[in-house]
C-alpha cells in the first residue's frame, strides 16, 4: 500500500534507460533467491528468480545477477518504462532456517517520462 | 482462476477487538504463508502451513493463531488487537515444499488499521 515505501531507498531512472537495482544479503547458506515487484496498493508479484548455482539469469528484460563472493544480488532492468515503477523486494531462501524467505526491506523505481 | 486472494481488502478495529482475515488459494498449493508488511520493513512471516491441518510459527507470531482446515484456506486470526498489529498483511501460497524453486505467490493485501 502507499505506507510502504517511506523510509526506503529510491532509484529514479529516465524512461528508455536501463536501471540496476542491489540488494545485499548476509547468509552464505541461502540458496534461492528471487526477486519481486510491488506496485502500489498491490502485492508483490514474482518477477526473476536464480539458484546459487548460478551467476546470471536472464528473462524478458530483466536479469539477474548473483556475486556469492560478496553476497550481492542485482536486477537489471533494460529499456526502463513507466509501468516499471514499483517497489522492487529480493529475497533469500536461507537452507539453515527451514528454507523460509527472508525479505529485504526494498527499493523505490521512480520512471521519469 | 483466480489466484491468491483475501478477505477483508480493510479493516479497522479498536484495541483489544478480534477479527478473522481470510486467505483462499484456487491452484492447488501445499504451503500457504501469513506475511505482514511494515514501512521500511520489507515482509516478515507470522505464521506458515505445509499443508491441510497443520500450521507453524514464523519469525513474528505473538499475537496472532492461524488454521488450515482447508488445504485452499489459511486462516489468520488476532484475538486481542494491539496498535502494534496495525499493518498490511499478506497471505501466499506455494506448490511444494521450499526446498523446491517453487516460487511464492502472493494475494492482494489486507489493511489492518487497529486504534
Known amino acids: 500500500g502507499e505506507s510502504v515505501g517511506l523510509h526506503l531507498p529510491t532509484l529514479s531512472v529516465q524512461e528508455g534507460d536501463n536501471s540496476i537495482i542491489n540488494c545485499a544479503y548476509s547468509n552464505s547458506a541461502s540458496d534461492y533467491f528471487i526477486w519481486y515487484k510491488q506496485e502500489s496498493g498491490k502485492g508483490p508479484q514474482f518477477i526473476i528468480d536464480i539458484r546459487s548455482n548460478m551467476d546470471k539469469r536472464q528473462g524478458q528484460r530483466v536479469t539477474v545477477l548473483l556475486n556469492k563472493t560478496v553476497k550481492h544480488l542485482s536486477l537489471q532492468i533494460a529499456a526502463t518504462q513507466p509501468g516499471d515503477s514499483a517497489v522492487y523486494f529480493c529475497a533469500e531462501r536461507r537452507m539453515d532456517s527451514s528454507y523460509k524467505l527472508i525479505f529485504g526491506s526494498g527499493t523505490r523505481l521512480l520512471v521519469r517520462p | 482462476n483466480a489466484g491468491v486472494t483475501q478477505t477483508p481488502k480493510f479493516r479497522v478495529l479498536k484495541t483489544g477487538q478480534s477479527m478473522t482475515l481470510l486467505c483462499a488459494q484456487d491452484m492447488n498449493h501445499e504451503y500457504m504463508y501469513w506475511y505482514r508488511q511494515d514501512p521500511g520493513m520489507g515482509l516478515r512471516l507470522i505464521h506458515y502451513?505445509?499443508?491441510?491441518?497443520?500450521?507453524a510459527k514464523g519469525e513474528v507470531p505473538d499475537g496472532y493463531n492461524v488454521s488450515r482446515l482447508k488445504k485452499q484456506n489459511f486462516l489468520l486470526g488476532l484475538e486481542s488487537a494491539a496498535p502494534s498489529q496495525t499493518s498490511v498483511y499478506f497471505c501466499?501460497?506455494?506448490?511444494?515444499?521450499?526446498?523446491?524453486?517453487?516460487?511464492?505467490?502472493f494475494g492482494p493485501g489486507t489493511r489492518l488499521t487497529v486504534l
Open positions: 501466499a501460497s506455494s506448490l511444494r515444499t521450499p526446498r523446491s524453486t517453487d516460487t511464492q505467490y
Open positions: 502451513s505445509v499443508g491441510e491441518g497443520t500450521t
